[in-house]
Every structure is written in C-alpha cells, then in structure tokens.
C-alpha cells in the first residue's frame, strides 16, 4: 500500500515556467488537498477536493490551479512560476472528515530563481 | 474565524527530560483537536486526536487533553529520546468538516 505519492521531489523553476506537481494516493480517499509550508507560517491551505469533479479554494489558491478527474489523482498546477511560490509541497487525502486523520505525502520542494 | 496557536521555538532538550509545547485555539462551533509530527525529510503523520472537552489522547508515550475552559491542547510527554527530534503541530477541525488549521510549528531537538 503506497498511501500518498508525490513526484517530483525536488523542482528548481525559473521565473515565469509553468509546472505540475503530481499526487495519487491508492486509499479511496475521498478527500484530498494541497498545502504549501513556509517557515514560521505552518500549513496553509491552497485547494482542496471532496471527491472526483469537485475542487475548491483554500487560504491561499493565487497562483495555482487544481482539477480532481479520478478519484485517485490530484495535481497541482503552477501556471507562471514566482519566487513567492518558492516553498515545501505536501499533498494530504482522508477518509471523509478530517477527525479520521490525514495521510501525507512526503513533499516536492520547489525552488523559484 | 479558527485559528491555532503554538509556542514558539525551537525547543532543545536532553534525552529523558519533560516535554510540553503549548497550544491554544480559536474557533467557531465545537472543534476537534490533533497533534501532527513531522520527522527530518518526511510527511506530517497523525500522533494524537481529541474530539470533545477533557477527552484525553494519547499515543507514543505522547499525551494531550482538550481543555475547552482555557482552550487550549497542549502536547506532554514525560521522557523524551532522540527519536523524538522533529517539528510538531497542533491542528484543529470544526463542526465535522473536511478541513484542518495548522499552528506554526515548534521544532524539537532532543540531545543524547
């Protein structure tokens, strides 16, 4: 059982590149997200999807897209890269409602010059 | 809106001494609260959960109450090893929802 999987991890960027950021988990979980971590900010959440077709915004969305086409995958999207964006990655998917606990990838970290 | 609250670090330590990280929260409704650990190089994973007032969770040696009087769910855990170096975080979800709030994250360092 793989659990979540993150590819790739480790990204350099230039400014301005575009790039996705892969995540499949093989739990049937319904739910799952993106957070990016920053030092002395903890998690924040960037999207989230409730299942297959479904996606929305969390905190900080600006910058990146999301789409959830099978229940399985969820990549996210960096549509014009800024050093802003530079940051640890971490995809999380449950079980339904958070009190079940999520599951964690073990990141992409993404570097913007 | 929620939020959570974690003291601030980092925090070093000897191996077999106390430890306590403190947090507090905010929120709206009835929340439920989690510690996360993250080890060097890895993902956070789940350590503890309480989900109603002074229900107590426990896990590793690792222990936390939910106090809804002083609102807080502070981490304690009694003899600490090596083992135990990585980043905590506090976390909380409300009213059955998806979602969870990340505290800041203290990072522990326990000496041999």
Same mark, same amino acid.
């Given at each position: ?5 993150? @590819?790739?991890?480790?990204?350099? %960027?230039? @400014?301005?590149?575009?790039? @996705?950021?892969?995540?499949?988990? &093989? ?7 993106? *957070? ?42 960096? %549509? ?8 640890? *990655? ?24 | ?23 507090? *929260?905010?929120?709206?409704? *009835? ?16 350590? %503890? ?5 002074? &229900? ?22 009694? #003899? ?14 409300? #009213?059955?929802?998806?979602? %969870? ?12």
């Amino acid at each position: 059982n793989a659990g979540v999987t993150q @590819t790739p991890k480790f990204q350099v %960027l230039k @400014t301005g590149q575009s790039m @996705t950021l892969q995540c499949a988990q &093989d739990m049937n979980h319904e739910y799952m997200s993106w *957070y990016r971590q920053d030092p002395g900010m903890g998690l924040r959440l960037i999207h989230y999807s409730v299942g297959a077709g479904i996606t929305d915004q969390g905190e900080v969305p600006n910058g990146y897209n999301v789409s959830r086409s099978t229940t399985e995958d969820f990549p996210l999207r960096l %549509l014009s890269a800024a050093p802003s964006q530079t940051s640890v *990655y971490f995809c999380a998917s449950s079980m339904g409602r958070a009190i079940n606990g999520y599951t964690f990838g073990s990141g992409t970290r993404l570097t913007v010059v | 809106g929620n939020s959570v609250t974690q003291m601030e670090g980092p925090v070093t330590l000897s191996e077999e001494a106390f430890l306590t990280i403190n947090c507090t *929260y905010t929120a709206t409704g *009835y929340p439920s609260l989690f510690w996360y650990v993250q080890y060097p190089g890895e993902g956070l994973q789940l350590l %503890l959960k309480a989900t109603k007032a002074d &229900d107590k969770g426990s896990n590793k040696g690792f222990e936390a109450t939910y106090r809804k009087e002083t609102t807080s769910f502070h981490l304690e855990k009694g #003899s600490v090893q090596v083992s135990d170096s990585a980043v905590y975080f506090c976390a909380l979800s409300v #009213s059955n929802d998806y979602k %969870l709030s990340f505290g800041a994250g203290t990072t522990v360092t326990v000496r041999a």
